[in-house]
């Protein structure tokens, strides 16, 4: 079962109103408990956002980030 998750938007006009809005997020994949590191993850996360990464492959990406995090 694909999960939405519905969270509240907020957004500026030109005259420095406020407006609330509702997103509606389709929840396809989560894995939690990555790294307490959370700018490196965000890195992570902007590059997967950025390159538009199918999340078919997150489990992938997230494996190879662990081993570079791994002291040598």
Same mark, same amino acid.
């Given at each position: ?8 938007? $907020? $957004?500026? @006009? #030109?005259?420095? +109103? ?5 997103? +509606? !997020? &389709? &929840?396809?994949? #989560?894995? &939690?408990?990555?790294? %307490? /590191? =959370?700018? =490196?993850?965000? =890195?992570?996360?902007?590059?997967? @956002?950025?390159? $538009? !990464? /199918? %999340?078919?492959?997150? &489990? ?5 980030? !662990?081993?570079? !995090?791994?002291? @040598?």
């Amino acid at each position: 079962m694909n999960q939405i998750t519905y969270t509240l938007c $907020e $957004e500026q @006009n #030109e005259d420095n +109103a406020t407006s609330y809005g509702i997103i +509606a !997020l &389709k &929840k396809i994949t #989560e894995i &939690k408990g990555i790294t %307490p /590191d =959370k700018e =490196k993850l965000t =890195k992570l996360i902007n590059m997967c @956002n950025q390159l $538009e !990464l /199918d %999340p078919i492959h997150l &489990k992938d990406v997230v494996c190879d980030f !662990l081993f570079e !995090l791994e002291p @040598n």
